[in-house]
């Protein structure tokens, strides 16, 4: 079992910046390769992007391509999402996930079992 924490979430002008956290306890953190995904209201749980364990190699959807950039520390057991040029479709509620899938960066929601409770990012514009 793996329990993760997200938090950095908050209210940002578009064009603005936020950087997310996610806080992992449990089992060996390095094992698992960590998604992170959003939800805005109404719609479906989208990718947003993924890290290898090693956190050698990293995949982001085009929407946020170039403007988002995912990092993880194994020693501390944390994965974060650095967000900039914000707009206004940035805004979700915003999920950090972990897989034991074989695939290094796993970008379906059902390859991760291990979810966090969110954090809310408002982009206003």
């Known amino acids: 079992q793996v329990q993760l924490v997200e938090s950095g979430g908050g209210l940002v002008q578009a064009g603005g910046s936020l950087r997310l956290s996610c806080a992992a306890s449990?089992?060996?953190?390095?094992?698992?390769?960590m998604g992170w995904f959003r939800q805005a209201p109404g719609k479906e749980r989208d990718f947003v992007g993924a890290?290898?364990?090693?956190?050698?190699?990293?995949y982001l959807a085009d929407s946020v391509k170039g403007r988002f950039t995912i990092s993880r520390d194994n020693a501390k057991n944390t994965v974060d999402l650095q967000m900039v040029s914000l707009k206004p479709e940035d805004t979700a509620v915003y999920y950090c996930a972990a897989s034991s899938a074989l695939r290094d960066l796993p970008n379906r929601f059902y390859e991760y079992p291990y979810w966090g409770q969110g954090t809310q990012v408002t982009v206003s514009s």
């Open positions: 449990g089992r060996t953190f390095s094992n698992y390769a």
């Open positions: 890290i290898t364990r090693s956190g050698g190699s990293t």
